[in-house]
């Protein structure tokens, strides 16, 4: 499987904003629900945002609800995350990932990570 490519990150200030893209295979992007996940310095990868193979769903938890939206364009093959209103807590590398879909409900990453891009909120 093809690597993702994460890029946008950053070191921005608290309240501030940036949007995040992953680009992945052409072949297959369309073909499959994607997520958006981040890992804190010294904590595990978390779950943040995942998004349907035509955008019709999308789900976030509460942390970053109404903060944070995931948006896909399947010609360009890409994935974003707009996040805005950042905190100190969204410090974390952040990668995208092909998800498993069933149902409605969003299931575990295929597992193919790219390098992340690197977010820093500090005042």
């Known amino acids: 499987q093809v690597q993702p490519t994460e890029s946008g990150g950053g070191a921005v200030q608290p309240g501030e904003s940036l949007r995040l893209s992953c680009v992945m295979s052409?072949?297959?992007?369309?073909?499959?629900?994607m997520g958006w996940f981040r890992q804190p310095p010294g904590r595990d990868r978390e779950f943040i945002a995942g998004i349907s193979w035509n955008s019709g769903h999308t789900w976030s938890p509460p942390s970053v609800k109404d903060r944070f939206w995931v948006t896909r364009d399947n010609v360009k093959a890409e994935l974003y995350l707009e996040m805005n209103d950042l905190k100190p807590e969204d410090t974390a590398v952040y990668y995208c990932?092909?998800?498993?879909?069933?149902?409605?409900?969003?299931?575990?990453?295929?597992?193919?990570w790219g390098r992340g891009t690197q977010v820093i909120v500090t005042p």
């Open positions: 052409e072949r297959t992007f369309s073909k499959y629900a």
């Open positions: 990932s092909a998800v498993r879909w069933n149902d409605g409900i969003f299931g575990e990453p295929f597992g193919v």
